[in-house]
């Protein structure tokens, strides 16, 4: 069963980049076929793709993030890592980390950022 644990700080300031972990037990990020995503939810919102790292290292992120967001992973320690720059309010609420594998989706229980001054 695959497990997956989000951390990183739980406030970053505006302006700043926000960097989220995600550490992977029960699986390799390198099996074939698995596709590992960042997912938010903005307060009184619902979830939002943010992007994600394919089991080859290929990555894909939203449009609407593209510009600020950046994923990438350590195969060494089972990881893969968020960050977010340039923050403003609107990006605080719960970060998820996600695994997909042909259609089967495994959930972190999600950390919650909030961008404050």
């Known amino acids: 069963q695959v497990q997956l644990q989000e951390s990183g700080p739980g406030l970053v300031k505006p302006s700043q980049t926000l960097s989220l972990t995600c550490t992977v037990s029960g699986g390799s990020i390198t099996t074939r076929h698995f596709y590992w995503s960042w997912i938010r939810q903005p307060p009184g919102k619902g979830r939002e793709w943010m992007g994600a790292?394919?089991?080859?290292?290929?990555?894909y992120y939203s449009e609407s993030l593209k510009s600020r967001a950046s994923i990438s992973r350590d195969t060494s320690k089972n990881q893969f890592s968020l960050q977010l720059h340039s923050v403003t309010p609107e990006d605080t609420g719960v970060y998820y980390c996600?695994?997909?594998?042909?259609?089967?989706?495994?959930w972190g229980q999600g950390t919650q950022v909030t961008v404050s001054s």
């Open positions: 996600n695994a997909n594998y042909l259609g089967r989706d495994y």
């Open positions: 790292i394919a089991y080859d290292g290929d990555t």
